[in-house]
Antibody, heavy 125, light 110 residues
Framework: EVQLVESGGVVVQPGGSLRLSCAASGFTFDDYAMHWVRQAPGKGLEWVSLISWDGGSTYYADSVKGRFTISRDNSKNSLYLQMNSLRAEDTALYYC??????????????????WGQGTLVTVSS | EIVLTQSPGTLSLSPGERATLSCRASQSVSSSYLAWYQQKPGQAPRLLIYGASSRATGIPDRFSGSGSGTDFTLTISRLEPEDFAVYYCQQYGSSPPKVTFGQGTRLEIK
């Protein structure tokens, strides 16, 4: 059974930093790209970032580019999101999500077949 | 960036009725790379449809997706009580990857 468990969400002041983690199990983690998706309270979904299966390629939404860094440790089956220069508008539930297409498959990924339950980040003074 | 606009914002129907949800893109979605998700209160989203019309694993066949180019539709043929939720469309056709979601359609019990 695929499981994604996020952690690290807390209340942080504007301008502060935070590192989110996602522990993955139930699948061959290093075969798949992984994503972070967020949802502000009472709002819709916003894709944040993507990292390739080997960590060699990363992509970001314009709203977080230059402030957030996605990374992974395949030896620990873990995904991370380093968040710097946090703003009030970064307040959201942050989901870790799995890409459906393994790297050796020519099919298109960049959608999400499994999601964690999310970790809440609140940016407030 | 491709902007997705979902309509209606809220859809009020009764169990047993047919639901038709629309997702319109600001420009053509490459190769019909469009997905649909269902989200219930307090839960993570669940993948329903990918590639515009392929059902994800375990999704009942009352859910179907159609469309291409800029116009896509999610149809629920006969609503069950557990289908009342918020539905989001998402495109993944951009290169380099720039995933975007629609704003959601709330499907509520009439």
């Amino acid at each position: 059974e695929v499981q994604l468990v996020e952690s690290g969400g807390v209340v942080v002041q504007p301008g502060g930093s935070l590192r989110l983690s996602c522990a993955a199990s139930g699948f061959t983690f290093d075969d798949y790209a992984m994503h972070w998706v967020r949802q502000a309270p009472g709002k819709g979904l916003e894709w944040v970032s993507l990292i390739s299966w080997d960590g060699g390629s990363t992509y970001y939404a314009d709203s977080v580019k230059g402030r957030f860094t996605i990374s992974r440790d395949n030896s620990k089956n873990s995904l991370y999101l380093q968040m710097n220069s946090l703003r009030a508008e970064d307040t959201a539930l942050y989901y870790c999500a799995k890409d459906p297409t393994p790297y050796y498959d020519s099919g298109r990924g960049y959608y999400f077949d499994y999601w964690g339950q999310g970790t809440l980040v609140t940016v407030s003074s | 960036e491709i902007v997705l606009t979902q309509s209606p914002g809220t859809l009020s129907l009764s169990p047993g009725e047919r639901a038709t949800l629309s997702c319109r893109a600001s420009q053509s979605v490459s190769s019909s790379y469009l997905a649909w998700y269902q989200q219930k209160p307090g839960q993570a989203p669940r993948l329903l449809i990918y590639g515009a019309s392929s059902r994800a694993t375990g999704i009942p066949d009352r859910f179907s997706g159609s469309g291409s180019g800029t116009d896509f539709t999610l149809t629920i043929s006969r609503l069950e009580p557990e289908d009342f939720a918020v539905y989001y469309c998402q495109q993944y056709g951009s290169s380099p990857p720039k995933v975007t979601f629609g704003q959601g359609t709330r499907l509520e019990i009439k």
